[in-house]
């Protein structure tokens, strides 16, 4: 019996975590823009999400970054 190890490829990408909070409109509730379905499509394409990471720039800037796999062909 012979096994074939699975290969894997990877990707990275900036995930659009913009939320926003009206101090005025306190009823409203925080928007996240568009995150399930850009995660949906990259899923749709055979990605699959293995882990997010917030990363914190030395000026202080944040973003989120999702990383993703899926067998190598």
Aim: net charge negative.
């Amino acid at each position: 019996m012979v096994l074939e190890l699975v290969k894997w490829e990877y990707k990275v990408v900036p995930i659009k975590t913009q939320i926003r909070i009206d101090h005025f409109q306190a009823d409203q509730k925080p928007v996240m823009e568009d995150v399930q379905n850009d995660l949906n499509a990259l899923g749709s394409e055979g990605w699959e999400l293995i882990s997010i990471q917030d990363i914190t720039l030395p000026d202080d800037r944040m973003f989120t970054v999702a990383y993703l796999k899926k067998p190598k062909h």
